[in-house]
């Protein structure tokens, strides 16, 4: 079995298709490797307000971007050439992600955790929910191990909300700064937009560096 740290961000677009490209790999590259993957969350916005913020505005105000269509354009790119229909003008909002990423966290012990992150990177993405929404977090998750009540309870418990900042905290002393980033069995690491071919040398180098121990 081949552990997979994945350190992400819900709301961060090359974390979707890091995910997607990961699947993608590990499906058509690596049919017989049994991977355990596991999430670690990086907040990128921890202040921001439960209502959420225009992302043309964040986009002009954080990096002078006017044109959002243009600023989307490589990413949408990267992500139908691997067969992800990723239309980023369907999100006009980014929110805080703590409720989303604690859900994530509680799912770990259940078997379910990267199965619902990804379903929850995808109903941001594709379907343009709410993600600071506890009854759409809650939602998700009752395809993932979880009934409904208890899934609302843990977005909206500050306890867990907490528990996710204690771990995002780790996450940047750890070094990590920017997402996606990978870590394959505890030993090959790699971060940002990379293609299926540098995930697909990454975890062959890894799997060849085990079996030489």
Known sequence: MLKIELYT?????????????LDKVLAERFPGLVADIRHYPVLLLPDAPAAGLYIPDLLRGRYGATDPKAAFARPEAEARASGLDLDLSRQSWTYPTQAAHALILAARERGTQHRLAVAISEAYFLEAKKMADADVLAGIAVDHGFDRAEGRAIALDPAQHQRVEQEAARSAAAGVHSVPHFVFGGRVAIN????????????????HTIAAD
């Not at 709301?11 to 995910?19: F, H, N």
Request: proline share 3%; with cysteine; charged share 30%.
């Open 192 to 207: 940002g937009g990379r293609s299926e071919d540098e995930i697909a040398a990454a975890i062959e180098e890894t799997v």
């Open 9 to 21: 961000e819900i709301t961060c677009p090359w974390c979707i298709i890091g995910q997607h490209r």
